[in-house]
């Protein structure tokens, strides 16, 4: 499974934006890149998805580099309730689909 | 639209006893995974199943555990003789296609006393 780096624990002032980087970088070509956040312990919570080209929806955007080795989420104007634990999946196209969380970075919106 | 649900929300069971977690899917979502996350630890992938059929059950502890499916009715996750370790908050997913984006349920966390 492609291994994904991202650093443990993260600031962001509340308004500004939060830019989350992960680093992917034996990713194969046809596997997706998926962020979740944990808020507190409730159930993870979908983001947003992407494969080559970058993506934005309501909550988030999702910048891929060209080379596909990292990506960065970025929360555009963090609030408070952004606080949770945010993990960057490589999405393995071989296998069943199951996602392989792992540390995830805590993010921490300071008012 | 509802999402993924799950029942019952906290389970408290003494060693030896038997517990039973419900998941039911999104509505037109056929696909359903189960994932348990240990106290400080991260998520781990423990069953993925369609309707009937255990797809993939690498993440399932040998002894103990089983999943079913059924044609109808919501899928549960069956711990037999509950020890300690066994306390844990376990989230089901669904998706509504293989490979597709899996959204999650709030979980049940299981205390064994």
């Known amino acids: 499974d492609a291994k994904t780096t991202q650093p443990t624990s993260m600031d962001c002032a509340e308004g500004r934006a939060a830019n989350l980087p992960c680093n992917h970088s034996?990713?194969?070509?046809?596997?997706?890149v998926y962020w979740y956040r944990q808020i507190h312990s409730q159930g993870p919570q979908y983001i947003i998805h992407g494969l080559k080209n970058n993506e934005t929806n309501e909550m988030a955007s999702l910048i891929i580099t060209e080379d596909r080795k990292s990506s960065t989420l970025i929360l555009p104007h963090a609030t408070l309730r952004d606080t949770a634990v945010y993990y960057c999946?490589?999405?393995?196209?071989?296998?069943?689909?199951?996602?392989?969380f792992g540390q995830g970075t805590t993010l921490q919106v300071k008012p | 639209n509802a999402g993924v649900m799950q029942n019952p929300r906290h389970l408290v069971r003494r060693r030896g006893q038997e517990a039973r977690l419900r998941c039911s899917p999104m509505k037109g979502h056929s696909h359903v995974y189960w994932y348990r996350q240990l106290p400080e630890e991260g998520l781990k992938f423990m069953v993925y199943?369609?309707?009937?059929?255990?797809?993939?059950e690498s993440g399932m502890p040998k002894e103990r555990f089983s999943a079913e499916f059924p044609k109808e009715g919501p899928s549960i996750l069956r711990i037999q003789q509950v020890v300690r370790g066994d306390s844990a908050a376990y989230f089901c997913?669904?998706?509504?296609?293989?490979?597709?984006?899996?959204?999650f349920g709030p979980g049940t966390r299981l205390l064994v006393l």
């Open positions: 997913a669904s998706s509504p296609q293989f490979r597709e984006t899996q959204y």
């Open positions: 034996t990713i194969s070509g046809n596997e997706y």
């Open positions: 199943l369609q309707k009937e059929n255990i797809i993939d």
């Open positions: 999946i490589v999405r393995v196209s071989s296998n069943t689909g199951k996602l392989i």
